[in-house]
């Protein structure tokens, strides 16, 4: 009994034990204080990739539809609350985009979208700025900024007319540079139209030609015609101040006092006399009546053409003309004109001349070198067609339109070349220049070609294969007509049609444009506008051709330095 009470006490002893152990145990852990949750890592939003459309915005994207999807990828997921305030889009003015934001790919891309429609050609650029923060609390450390630019409005802007109403359109409009815009004192062309008194003797006697097609086409009547002409010659007659007879590149069209083309540019320019002259000569061949007033007129213009001191621009008799002569500082430009480029015609009206000629050694050892490959020559092969002179590629398109506005190409040769095929060869290599795209300046294609000297954006340039900064001259392919009469009207339909709205406008075509700038000029020369006029005329039906090669002057030059054609 007693054995069994003292094993019952050790049992209960044992129980307490472990009772109090437990106990003990509990409370120790009881009062132990629970281990803190980790930290939060904070990790800054950093700027991954970024599309639209799922194109990559690494470069500039053109042709982008109007409600186009951008998305900004991270590599953290973002706050949503911080999204809205951080994102922005803009036209390239500035003009804020209204835009829905949505976030996607667990938080870490930005899908932006614009509330509405963009504009078509428009430059946009999307900007996230660095209040974006992410989920963790973290900034983005700077700004992204990406641009896009939208994509031409195909419609067509203007009732479709046919081929021939257009093409009376274009001369009509393009003709008002000269006539409504035309110097209200001495009726020369402005240089371009901010030019306020100041007017040009080459771009003038581009106008001049336009004056027969007007009066053709039933846009001016013949007597307004020669009653502005009898304006000019009378004023180039008895007011412009000349030089050895010829004429300076700018004059002032109230007083015909000299406007230096630059600072030593202050006297007679040949080229730009050459360029009047052919335009009074071939209004000499068109009025052509009996009558006191157009006889009268067509004396007047054999005097201007025949004071022209032609063989003076020798400069002591050297077998080459130079380009430009100052009363006051002689010879200082001192720049020979040599070929190839757009001064043909100075050496065929010098050669022309019956009181002021040069023999054929001036244009054989001045214009042609001798047949130099120095610049005149070329003969190789561009884009599948040979160049037979000139520069690689044939340099801007003027050279093939500037001469020929009066000198006709067509069955025209020389010991050096076929002008027929120069003419057209260089205009086809400028075409085909185009779709080739080297560059691959944005717009470009077959129906948007044409380099030549054209202003550009903040300046001036000569444009050409070789120097292509991607401004196209509508001047350019439309003066090329009468040699690539399909693809120059591709152009001229594009630029009317399609692009019309920025391009047409009071007088005409504007001067130059870039789609992939989405610059558009504002200005309008009178070297550009009169070759359009007289070009197309030239291929509707000759009209300026026929006029100056008529000329029995201009047959004897041409002869005489060796010129065949079926006119001559």
């Known amino acids: 009994m007693l054995i069994h009470n003292n094993k019952n ?32 890592v904070v990790k800054n939003p950093v ?34 609350s911080t999204v809205a305030g951080a994102v922005t889009m803009a036209e390239a003015n500035g003009v804020a985009v209204a835009v829905n934001t949505t976030l996607q790919n667990d938080d870490k891309t930005i899908l932006i979208q614009p509330a509405a429609a963009l504009g078509y050609l428009k430059k946009y650029s999307v900007r996230v700025g660095n209040s974006l923060m992410s989920s963790s609390g973290g900034r983005l450390q700077s700004d992204i900024s990406k641009s896009f630019i939208t994509r031409i409005d195909s419609s067509r802007k203007f009732p479709l007319i ?10 009509q409009q393009t003709f008002k540079y000269f006539w409504d815009f035309g110097h209200p004192v001495s009726g020369l062309a402005r240089e371009r139209n901010t030019s306020a008194d100041i007017v040009t003797s080459g771009g003038s006697g581009f106008g001049i030609m336009a004056i027969p097609v007007a009066i053709n086409r039933n846009f001016i009547t013949r007597a307004q015609g020669l009653a502005r002409m009898q304006t000019i010659v009378a004023f180039l007659k008895n007011n412009a101040v000349k030089v050895k007879g010829a004429f300076p590149h700018w004059l002032n069209g109230s007083t015909g006092a000299i406007v230096p083309f630059s600072a030593n540019d202050n006297g007679a320019d040949l080229v730009e006399t050459s360029y009047l002259m052919m335009g009074l000569l071939t209004a000499r061949q068109y009025f052509n009546g009996a009558d006191a007033a157009e006889t009268t007129l067509r004396s007047d213009i054999n005097t201007l053409y025949n004071n022209v001191e032609w063989d003076w621009f020798r400069q002591g008799n050297q077998n080459v003309l130079y380009w430009h002569y100052s009363p006051d500082r002689g010879w200082v430009m001192n720049l020979p004109i040599r070929g190839w480029n757009e001064c043909l015609i100075t050496y065929v009206l010098a050669a022309a001349s019956a009181t002021h000629g040069i023999p054929a050694a001036v244009y054989t050892n001045g214009w042609t070198g001798n047949g130099s490959t120095n610049g005149f020559i070329n003969g190789n092969t561009y884009y599948t067609h040979q160049l037979p002179l000139g520069t690689a590629f044939g340099g801007p398109l003027f050279f093939a339109h500037y001469s020929f506005m009066g000198i006709n190409p067509t069955g025209l040769t020389d010991a050096y070349a076929n002008y027929e095929v120069q003419t057209r060869n260089h205009s086809l290599i400028n075409y085909k220049h185009s779709i080739a795209n080297p560059r691959s300046w944005y717009g470009y294609s077959d129906s948007v070609w044409g380099l030549t000297a054209s202003d550009i954006s903040g300046g001036y340039t000569a444009s050409s294969p070789t120097n292509d900064i991607g401004v196209i001259a509508p001047t350019a392919a439309i003066s090329s007509i009468p040699y690539t009469p399909a693809e120059s009207m591709k152009a001229l339909k594009f630029f009317y049609y399609v692009l019309g709205d920025k391009l047409w406008k009071e007088y005409g075509f504007i001067d130059a444009f870039s789609l992939k700038d989405q610059w558009f000029a504002s200005s309008f020369l009178a070297i550009d506008q009169g070759p359009i006029v007289v070009m197309i005329e030239n291929y509707r039906t000759g009209l300026l051709w026929n006029l100056f090669t008529s000329c029995p002057e201009v047959k004897a030059g041409m002869l005489s330095l060796g010129f065949s054609a079926p006119y001559l």
């Not at 046919?162 to 001369?171: I, W």
């Open 9 to 40: 006490i050790i049992s209960n002893k044992r129980i307490l034990l472990v009772y109090s152990l437990v106990v003990l145990f509990l409370f120790a852990c009881g009062n132990k204080e629970s281990p803190a949750p980790p930290p939060v």
């Open 162 to 171: 046919t081929d021939n109403a257009l093409l009376d359109l274009v001369q």
């Open 47 to 80: 700027f991954s990739t970024a599309t639209v459309n799922d194109i990559s915005l690494e470069n500039l994207v053109y042709d982008v539809n109007l409600q186009p999807a951008v998305k900004i990828n991270f590599t953290e997921p973002l706050k949503q």
